[in-house]
Each structure stands twice: as C-alpha cells, then as structure tokens.
C-alpha cells in the first residue's frame, strides 16, 4: 500500500506565503510525478502544479510567477512554496502521486487534502 501525508495548509492574509508539503510511503519503487488539485465551494477540481521525472514542471495559468513546485526524491517528497496569495487561491488542496509499487505496478494516488484560506 501506498499512502500520501499532506500538511501546510492553514489560514494566511493575502500577500502572505504558505508550504505545502506531500510525503508519499510504502511499497514505492519510485514516484514518477507529484502534484496538487485545488477545488473551491461550488468549483470543479483544477492543477495548480505538477512535477514529473526530469523535474519537469506544468503550472496553472492562475499560479504561474507565484508558486513554484519541488521534490525530495530520497524523501518521496514534494513541496509547493505558494507566495503572493490570493483570496481566489482558497480552496482545498489535494496531492495526488503517479507510483510505481514494487511489484512493478503503476498507481495514481490522492492524499486527503488540505484547507487553504486566504483572507483579504
């Protein structure tokens, strides 16, 4: 099994900076992406950030300039630093993982997800 811990999120005045961090374990061979989702009240669930083999990154247009995704690949680990923060970045953030298991297996994962409030 797989899991993903997500932690970070919290409450922040706008202009301020959050870290969100995702720590996948388990039966991982390796992790080929990592990244976040975002779904605010009454909105569909949307990238914010995406980070995959090479280190390769793909931002949303909304976030681009203000977060900058990361990873930890001795930690199975990835980080989004999110500055600038806008009362339209509120939302619930999920992490999700692309694993391959050792057994050879390649899974998407989810964590559970993290509140982000930005106040004005």
């Known amino acids: 099994q797989v899991q993903l811990v997500e932690s970070g999120g919290g409450l922040v005045q706008a202009g301020g900076s959050l870290r969100l961090s995702c720590a996948a374990s388990g039966t991982i061979l390796s992790i080929n992406a990592m990244g976040w989702y975002r779904q605010a009240p009454g909105k569909q669930r949307a990238l914010v950030a995406f980070?995959?083999?090479?280190?390769?990154?793909n931002y949303a247009d909304s976030v681009k300039g203000r977060f900058t995704i990361s990873r930890d690949n001795a930690k199975n680990t990835a980080y989004l630093q999110m500055n600038s923060l806008k009362p339209e970045d509120t939302a619930v953030y999920y992490c999700?993982?692309?694993?391959?298991?050792?057994?050879?297996?390649?899974?998407?994962?989810w964590g559970q997800g993290a509140q982000v409030t930005v106040s004005s």
């Open positions: 980070i995959a083999v090479g280190s390769s990154t």
């Open positions: 999700y993982a692309v694993v391959t298991t050792t057994s050879r297996s390649t899974v998407h994962y």
